[in-house]
């Protein structure tokens, strides 16, 4: 039971923890959070107000850490990514390819690469153990983000952080280089992640250092370099050349494989019953003492789509600041005048006016068409 009952302590987990090996090491191998029990109206008043407490902190957890979620788009991205991944195994006189994931904010992509880095870091583990044959600690993923404006040194020294290396802050950017790969070395890591990569500007001389940093990598590593951004494409990843003609980019952009993320699309029937299956996702989860069978799925689908544009980033925010605004007025449920107090981001907020016009002009909608239920006898919920 979790009604009050304190469950047990999680480490606390960050955005910064993932730029050093034991917070990646603590995401991936935390168990996941048990769902509280929901309880009826009469019940939450039962509750002493200690246990009350509890509860709603519990539920306040929860509800700000709903999925990962098994989307079409994740599934189908990760696919190609253990594909890609666990085809990567050449001798060392041979690069690996490399992959881009590239698609607009808002639709999931870094959520989606780090529960298949966390997937990829448990399986090796599970089959090679936690200290590779030399002794050392086996880390089987690195992840790097970038900021802006960032060179060789800097991403070399970012590489030494994530390992915890003593000589991280001192040396050249030739000795950063070769100690970030005695730790890819030591520690038996197979994948790199280079987050946030659309923040490297590509046609400077930092640009250019990096991508030539990047065919070293692909060359000397034994790793898969996994990049995710946003634009990747019109920023040079994939370009044969620079501005200038220079044809450095070329070898990165011919041993990159571009993956993306779609939106949800609800312009036809396909795409309707992927979108009914997510609300129906987030209505089991959704813990509200007032919830109801269709809430989400029936009453507030078009509703979701028109408010978020189909963007899993934005639907998310959506549900979790609108479950904490119930929770917190005593309303215990979801519904268009609560959600309609609740701020999302602006992108969906400016799309959201042309959205609800054609909604109401009723020329689309997110829901299925009732002849295809009636002929399949299938309401999307699988």
């Given at each position: 039971m979790t009604d009050g009952t304190p469950q047990p302590e999680r480490p606390p987990l960050d955005n910064l923890t993932l730029s050093r090996k034991e917070?990646?090491?603590?995401l991936a191998e935390t168990p996941g959070r048990i769902q509280p029990d929901r309880l009826t109206v009469e019940e939450l008043?039962?509750?002493?107000?200690?246990?009350?407490?509890?509860?709603?902190?519990?539920?306040r957890d929860w509800h700000a850490n709903l999925g990962p979620i098994k989307t079409p788009q994740l599934i189908a991205l990760q696919e190609d990514l253990w594909d890609i991944v666990d085809s990567?195994?050449?001798?060392?006189?041979?690069?690996?390819?490399?992959?881009?994931?590239?698609?607009?904010?808002?639709?999931?992509k870094t959520t989606a690469v780090l529960h298949f880095a966390q997937k990829f870091h448990r399986r090796e583990i599970s089959e090679e153990g936690e200290f590779t044959q030399a002794g050392q600690e086996r880390w089987p993923v690195c992840r790097v983000g970038l900021t802006s404006n960032i060179g060789m040194k800097d991403f070399n020294r970012a590489?030494?952080?994530?390992?915890?290396?003593?000589?991280?802050?001192r040396g050249t950017s030739a000795e950063f280089l070769q100690r970030a790969l005695d730790c890819i070395l030591d520690c038996e890591t197979k994948i790199l992640i280079v987050d946030d990569l659309?923040?490297?500007r590509w046609s400077d001389r930092n640009g250019r250092e990096v991508s030539n940093h990047f065919k070293h990598i692909a060359n000397e590593f034994p790793v898969t370099l996994i990049f995710v951004g946003v634009e990747l494409a019109s920023r040079g990843l994939y370009s044969e050349t620079d501005q200038c003609g220079d044809v450095t980019l070329a070898q990165t952009a011919r041993r990159t494989t571009p993956l993306s993320m779609d939106p949800f699309l609800v312009n036809d029937e396909k795409g309707r019953i992927e979108w009914r299956r997510l609300m129906l996702w987030l209505e089991k989860r959704i813990v509200l003492a007032e919830k109801f069978p269709g809430m989400l799925a029936n009453e507030l689908s078009d509703y979701f789509y028109a408010r978020t544009t189909g963007h899993i980033g934005?639907?998310?925010?959506?549900?979790?600041?609108?479950?904490?605004?119930?929770m917190r007025t005593g309303t215990e449920r979801l519904d268009q005048e609560l959600l309609d107090s609740v701020k999302i981001d602006a992108a969906s907020e400016k799309a959201r006016?042309?959205?609800?016009?054609?909604?109401?002009?009723?020329?689309?909608?997110?829901?299925?068409?009732?002849?295809?239920?009636v002929a399949t006898g299938k309401d999307g919920g699988g």
């Open positions: 917070g990646f090491r603590q008043t039962a509750l002493s107000n200690p246990a009350r407490a509890v509860y709603d902190r519990q539920r990567n195994l050449q001798d060392g006189d041979k690069a690996k390819g490399a992959v881009a994931v590239d698609a607009f904010p808002g639709l999931g590489i030494l952080e994530f390992f915890a290396h003593p000589a991280r802050f659309h923040f490297l934005s639907l998310m925010t959506l549900v979790n600041r609108g479950c904490q605004r119930a006016v042309q959205l609800e016009a054609s909604l109401r002009a009723r020329r689309w909608t997110s829901k299925r068409s009732e002849a295809h239920t």
